[in-house]
């Protein structure tokens, strides 16, 4: 199985600043065929089903703000919020789509200073 | 618009099997690359992948539970359904049912349904 592995477990925000999360894959999750990596973020708001706010590495699902971006390569990958709000607190999971079985990270809880 | 809706037991013994219905609306699993999937999380913990049966009725599953579950389809009535045997309380977790296009994100979530196992 590929792990994912999420730093950091919990990351205290101040609104309007900046947030990053880091996730690291155990195996590399470009897929030769297409080109594409194949990493996903999702966002659980509290009380919430998770939400999927980036997929295929960089791009925004349909409604999810610019504020947020996904950015990386191989191994190494990263969701950053330029300016963070209150709702954006939650806990945020990166998932590996590559192969079977799909698995995801730990989760990195954001929440406001 | 897609939505997904998960139903079953709230409460089931020790060694019990659970049964899980996802019912879903906003699309079809006749159309190609359609798929419908579980993912569970234990209460404060993360998510865990279990299954997924698509459109052509390919199943897949996760090699750590796959001797304990079933997912099947019932594409007349829009239902997925998902069974787990012998359930211990390290189950109890909220069970969301996914869809999926082809090797796609998880893209649509239903609410969740909470099971706790306990006797």
């Known amino acids: 199985d590929i792990v994912m592995t999420q730093t950091p477990l919990s990351l205290p925000v101040t609104p309007g600043e900046p947030a990053s999360i880091s996730c690291r894959s155990s195996?590399?999750?470009?897929?030769?065929?297409?080109?594409?990596?194949?990493v996903d973020w999702y966002l659980q708001k509290p009380g919430q089903s998770p939400q999927l706010l980036i997929h295929?590495?960089?791009f925004r699902a349909s409604g999810v703000p610019d504020r947020f971006s996904g950015s990386g390569s191989g191994t190494d990958f990263t969701l950053k919020i330029s300016r963070v709000e209150a709702e954006d607190v939650g806990v945020y999971y990166c998932?590996?789509?590559?192969?079977?079985?799909?698995?995801f990270g730990g989760g990195t809880k954001v929440e406001i200073k | 618009q897609i939505t997904l809706k998960e139903s079953g037991p709230t409460l089931v013994k020790p060694t019990q099997t659970l049964t899980l219905t996802c019912t879903f609306s906003g699309f079809s699993l006749t159309t190609n690359e359609v798929g419908v999937g579980w993912i569970r999380q234990p209460p404060g913990k993360a998510l865990e992948w279990l299954a997924l049966i698509y459109w052509d009725d390919d199943k897949r599953y996760s090699p750590s539970l796959r001797s304990r579950l079933t997912i099947t389809k019932d594409t007349s009535k829009n239902q997925v359904v998902l069974t787990m045997t012998n359930m211990d309380p390290v189950d109890t977790a909220t069970y969301y049912c996914v869809y999926r296009r082809f090797e796609a994100a998880l893209s649509y979530w239903g609410q969740g349904t909470l099971v706790t196992v306990s006797s």
């Open positions: 195996q590399g999750l470009l897929e030769s065929d297409d080109g594409d990596t194949y």
């Open positions: 998932m590996q789509r590559i192969k079977f079985p799909l698995t």
């Open positions: 295929t590495l960089s």
